[in-house]
């Protein structure tokens, strides 16, 4: 009988056939893939034709396709919808794969008709998206080392092997302590809470198997109950469960898996030439090297944490009103942030909440895709992998474009966090093939499910990565979507968040669940014009990571990850009552792989683009004005990565930005 993985799908739109696929069917899957792309590797590399585009790059773009069906369906189960069978499988597949992957870029007889194409380039005819993929190409196998030879290019084997084992396992050590911690909470405990925090307890515990209520480390049910609880004793054992992710001692520590990773990391960097890793990693980055990220992020520091002061100033005066000697402490800030807010603005997340719906958010992200880009969304009844995922066919001018598929609520299953991914992307070589996207998210259910403001930005925000997916129009998958510039990469989604707070779209999709009555204008505008409240603790905690993350990379490696993270808050002047928003032993973006590591700045280097973009709409007057959303989708959406992304951005805009807009959006400084 044939693997369902492998076979051929004759589902709707060739979705994986997830109810005929089970655990067992995916290790041999996996070997069978591997096995048939290393023959067509092999094939490759001993082609007697004269190397050129076609038979050499253009052949290695068309292998592989059995094994990106495997790493596909199981990446997606592995983080949206984990096991203990699947993590036992994603222990066992990491090392196997690393080694795979490490054994075609030091393949030395495919290496050399890469390198014969390259060297011809100029004038092989090729075109401009050839040409960029050749360059693509070739420079990643020399970055992965294809040209050292001997000792030096089996060490280099050896620490991508161990690398991928340990973000393998401080993944799972992460989730595994996500997954164990719950707080009990007693009728009592719950005084004070509003009914949605004391929904999503119940049903927390319910999924949990405990009698009552709980608290858990999810964010959307974590961060409203440090906001609301008065029981300040609570909010700091849930607050220290949350920080001390990854850091509990025993089996899920991460803390020394965190300093041999940017051990190895840096000894990665010296074998192939670089200083440093951070050298090595911003080398293909718009931001290029360390000097202008460390910029950026002490630009934008400097104001955001004179504005935190202020704010913990105020914070800590109705503290004491509480009655509460002794400093403000981090469980304090969400509790008294959100009364200062309530009293400032008249926002009560108690009132605003039965306004943002799941599924009226969700209608509005594909309402302003139809009126920017002309898409349209008609649900889809297929079998999915989960019974919350839910999918929707993407067309536009009758035209199929995609398929989209959305699983919103948390469990014990899903890592944390929010994503965007692929399980195919868009190309038209070596076939024409639609993409088929995820958002993953992490909202608490209900009945009807409501949503923060900030879960509706968050919405949005992996909406802007589905549409960078679903708008692609290139013919090679390798620069299809989002496979450009860590530091570009959030720039559509960070952009689509804007269109949330066009006032028509809230007018519109803001309706209260109960009565259906769309949301007062005096709470619009209120809610609008506290869009940069708190905005020094936002910006302090990510800036902080961010700077971590970059120093951890900038130098020799700490041999005491959390010593030299004490060090450099301390050089920063960190607030005593803001944490980081991710401290080493639960910072996944940097070490669960290589893929956010020196790049976690990357969201505010978008983020100065995404305001000033969205300013070119605003310019016109008209938020969905036609024009810019053609030179939006032209320029940017359908591009993928066939040009720098500096180019692109030039081409929408006609400039780079500078930080102000970045300030002034975040009210940071006086917009001019």
């Known amino acids: 009988m044939s693997n369902p993985i492998l076979a051929t799908w004759s589902t709707p739109f060739e979705l994986a056939p997830f109810d005929t696929i089970s655990d067992d069917d995916f290790a041999p899957a996996l070997d069978e893939a591997l096995a048939a792309h290393d023959a067509e590797i092999s094939a490759i590399a001993a082609d007697p034709a004269t190397p050129d585009f076609v038979n050499t790059v253009g052949a290695l ?42 054994a075609i870029t030091s393949n030395k007889a495919l290496f050399q008709r890469i390198d014969t194409v390259w060297q011809e380039h100029e004038t092989a005819g090729l075109t401009d998206e050839q040409q960029r993929v050749l360059m693509l190409t070739h420079r990643s196998f020399v970055r992965a080392g294809a040209a050292l030879d001997g000792a030096e290019a089996e060490r280099l084997t050896a620490v991508k092997s161990r690398l991928a084992e340990l973000g393998t396992q401080f993944t799972q050590n992460l989730l595994a302590d996500e997954r164990g911690w719950f707080m009990d909470l007693a009728e009592d405990d719950l005084e004070g809470l509003p009914d949605f925090v ?20 999810s964010r959307s049910l974590i961060t409203p109950f440090l906001q609301f609880s008065p029981r300040r004793d609570l909010r700091e054992k849930a607050w220290r469960a ?15 898996i965190a300093a041999e990773i940017l051990a190895l990391r840096e000894e990665r960097a010296h074998l192939l030439g670089y200083d440093t890793f951070a050298a090595y990693k911003l080398e293909t980055e718009m931001a290029q090297d360390p000097a202008r990220v460390r910029q950026l992020l002490m630009d934008v520091w400097t104001p955001a944490r004179a504005a935190a002061e202020r704010d913990a100033q105020v914070l800590t005066t109705m503290l004491a009103e509480d009655g509460v000697n002794g ?23 108690t009132a605003l909440k039965p306004y943002f719906q799941l599924d009226n958010m969700i209608a509005a992200s594909f309402d302003c895709a139809n009126r920017l880009f002309g ?16 999918a929707w066919e993407v067309t ?12 919103y609520f948390a469990r014990g299953s899903k890592r944390s966090g929010a994503w965007c991914s692929a399980m195919r992307s868009q190309a038209k070589f070596p076939k024409e093939q639609a993409p088929v996207v995820i958002n993953v998210c992490n909202f608490a259910k209900g009945d009807p499910a409501l949503l923060s403001f900030d879960d509706a930005r968050t919405l949005f925000h992996e909406f802007g990565h589905a549409l960078h997916q679903m708008l692609s129009d290139v013919t090679y998958e390798s620069i299809s979507g989002t496979s450009v510039a860590r530091d570009f990469v959030e720039l559509p989604s960070q952009l689509y968040e804007h269109w949330l707070t066009v006032p028509d779209v809230l007018e519109t999709f803001a309706t209260h669940a ?19 409240y708190d905005m020094g603790f936002q910006t302090v905690e990510y800036v902080a990571s961010a700077m971590v993350d970059l120093e951890f990379h900038d130098g020799p490696a700490p041999a005491d990850p959390m010593a030299k993270q004490a060090e450099i808050l301390a050089g920063l002047g960190m607030p005593h009552a803001i944490a980081m928003r991710h401290a080493t032993p639960h910072f996944a973006h940097v070490f669960s792989g290589d893929g956010y590591s020196s790049g976690y700045y990357s969201y505010m280097w978008s983020e100065v683009m995404d305001a000033d973009a969205f300013a070119a709409f605003e310019e016109t007057g008209n938020a969905f004005d036609p024009d810019k959303a053609r030179a939006l989708e032209t320029n940017i959406l359908s591009t993928g990565g066939s040009v720098e992304a500096e180019d692109l951005y030039t081409a929408f805009r ?19």
């Open 61 to 102: 773009e068309a292998a592989g396709e059995a094994l990106d069906k495997v790493l596909s369906v199981f990446f997606t189960l592995a983080g949206a919808d984990s096991n203990p069978k699947r993590e036992a499988l994603q222990r066992d597949f990491s090392p196997k794969l690393s080694a795979h992957f490490s």
């Open 198 to 217: 004391v929904a999503s307890a119940r049903a927390a515990g319910e999924e949990k198997g405990a009698p009552g209520p709980v608290v858990t480390t």
């Open 242 to 256: 949350w920080v001390s992710r990854g850091a509990t001692g025993g089996e899920t520590d991460n803390r020394a």
């Open 327 to 349: 400093p403000l402490e981090p469980w304090d800030w969400h509790y008294y942030s959100e009364k200062r807010r309530k009293a400032d603005h008249d926002l009560d997340e």
């Open 375 to 390: 898409l349209e969304f008609k649900p889809l009844d297929v079998a999915l992998y989960h019974p919350d995922c839910r």
């Open 396 to 407: 536009r001018n009758g035209k199929h474009l995609a398929v989209f598929i959305g699983d």
């Open 514 to 532: 109960e009565t259906g009555a769309p949301m007062p204008k005096d709470m619009l505008d209120r809610l609008l014009a506290a869009e940069t």
């Open 654 to 672: 006609g400039r780079l930005p500078g930080v102000e807009a970045l300030l002034a959006g975040r009210g940071l400084i006086a917009a001019e």
